[in-house]
């Protein structure tokens, strides 16, 4: 029997012809095609956003040996993470008002300084020459970079039920991209004075400033991405008073639908599961990492860098192919409930089986270490796509910006403290090997599957009602 289809809030006909909300409603209508124009366009931005999130990583470490502010080698861990996660603290401490900007003002002016924010700061990252002028920039990169929040927000305005699912998981692809192509970008381009003598020589302005490079592609490309979103429609109905109240009377059971927002249980429901599982996926990343390069004498894989990046890239181009391919079709068909539930019930005893697979060695271990990951990606690709749509669907539009705003926020909180978290509890494994209970590794990733099982708790009742494929429903919201 075919799954009901999840009611998204959308005005069927053009009740203003000033709203231009009201001019671009047909987009949702169910005979509506795919905006693929729009959703290409959101793609780039994402992309945009993404990209200087990463890039640095590859050569943070040596940029903060420049800087010449830590004492010694054994200190450089504490300034490289400081600022690594000031972009997450910036962000954190804004999303929720971008998200309500949104809801005021509209998608695409938040959208836009999202992009001129990479543009300015990103690009004064790379100038920087001391240490605190990497953390302000990567802070105020965060602090006006919004743009993550209406963009999910926004996939769903200019899709109907058939193609949300595809819009939502091209928010997921294009931010998985920028997360591998980033690192990439950062550690070919960055130095390159060094690298590439004979193209940059050694008193020119790259040799100056060595990490510029990346910075000013990234720059470049947002310029681009600026000047194409000029064109992108604006979403977000925009009513005055007395249209308001005429809006009403056309349109009264949408005026039942006006309740805050913490009180739509689909939406705390949603809420939670995507901040649990952001936990448990930011903490899997950094221990999945330390796990594959540690010695095998103490239950690691051995594994070279160049091996776990062969791994990475592998499971990365797995993942976009899954996004835009298989996805959309099978969320259709699940459903946003079943397609975070089924992933994550299969993922939880996968992570729990992982140090057995360091008994393993040779090409045997290489590829069931690229098969697992691979399918742990995927499973967790699933879980956030999906709980974006729940969260979208749960709540009205002028209610969507707020309420991407702050699940981004909420999640950033959760992703700055996964890394943390996760590297103190690979540490606190590797120093109680040979105990009885849970030894070594098995203790690491036996909680890093019992946070993969709280997040499969949330997808059940009370956390999100049965009604939930009817979010507005008074059912629901009770």
């Known amino acids: 029997m075919k799954r009901p289809q999840s ?3 959308f005005v069927a006909e053009i009740v203003f012809p000033n709203c231009p909300g009201c001019k671009n409603a047909y987009l949702q209508s169910p005979d509506a095609g795919v905006p693929y124009k729009q959703f290409i366009t959101v793609f780039l931005l994402v992309l945009c956003s993404s990209l200087p999130i990463s890039s640095l990583y590859p050569f943070l470490y040596f940029m903060v040996q420049d800087f010449h502010i830590a004492k010694s080698d054994k200190d450089l861990g504490f300034y490289v993470g400081a600022i690594g996660a000031a972009f997450m603290v910036g962000r954190a401490m804004t999303a929720v008002l971008w998200g309500i900007a949104a809801d005021k003002y509209g998608r695409k002016p938040v959208m836009l300084i999202g992009v001129i924010s990479v543009i300015v700061f990103h690009t004064l990252f790379g100038f920087s020459q001391n240490f605190w002028m990497a953390v302000l920039t990567r802070f105020l990169l965060g ?3 919004g743009l993550h ?3 999910k927000a926004y996939v769903s305005e200019v899709s109907n039920a058939n193609h949300q699912a595809l819009g939502v998981s091209i928010i997921g692809t294009s931010w998985g991209l920028g997360l591998i192509l980033g690192p990439a970008l950062g550690g070919y381009l960055s130095q390159p004075a060094l690298k590439y003598p004979n193209i940059f020589t050694e008193g020119s302005l790259f040799a100056r400033f060595p990490y510029l490079l990346p910075s000013l592609c990234n720059t470049v ?4 991405v600026l000047f194409i979103s000029f064109q992108l429609p604006e979403t977000l109905h925009k009513h005055g008073i007395d249209e308001q109240k005429e809006y009403a009377t056309e349109q009264p059971s949408q005026q039942d639908q006006k309740k805050p927002l913490l009180r739509r249980k689909p939406f705390i429901g949603g809420l939670v599961l995507y901040c649990i599982w952001s936990l448990h996926d930011m903490a899997y990343i950094e221990v999945f990492s330390l796990w594959c390069v540690s010695p095998k004498s103490t239950g690691g894989l051995g594994f070279t860098t160049a091996d776990v990046g062969q791994i990475l890239g592998l499971s990365g181009f797995v993942v976009l192919i899954f996004q835009l391919l298989i996805f959309p079709y099978l969320s259709n068909f699940l459903g946003p409930i079943m397609a975070t539930r089924i ?4 993922s939880v005893p996968m992570v729990v089986a992982y140090p057995a697979i360091a008994t393993l060695s040779g090409m045997a271990l290489w590829v069931i270490v690229a098969i697992v990951s691979c399918l742990k990606n995927v499973f967790t690709t699933m879980v ?3 709980s974006m749509i729940l969260l979208n669907n749960s709540v009205p539009q002028d209610q969507r910006g707020a309420a991407n705003g702050l699940s981004v926020s909420l999640a950033s909180v959760f992703k700055a403290i996964g890394p943390a978290g996760g590297g103190a509890l690979f540490a606190w494994g590797q120093k109680r090997p040979d ?6 590794n098995h203790l690491v990733f036996a909680v890093l599957a019992f946070i993969g099982f709280l997040s499969c708790i949330t997808t059940f009742e009370p956390f999100l009602p049965r009604s939930v494929n009817d979010p507005f429903s008074d059912e629901a919201d009770e």
Do not use: D, H, K, W
């Open 143 to 145: 602090l006006f970079n």
């Open 435 to 440: 105990t009885s209970i849970l030894p070594g």
């Open 149 to 151: 929040g209406p963009g």
């Open 384 to 386: 956030f796509t999906a």
């Open 7 to 9: 009611r998204i809030f």
């Open 343 to 346: 992933p994550i019930v299969f």
């Open 221 to 224: 490309f947002a310029i681009g």
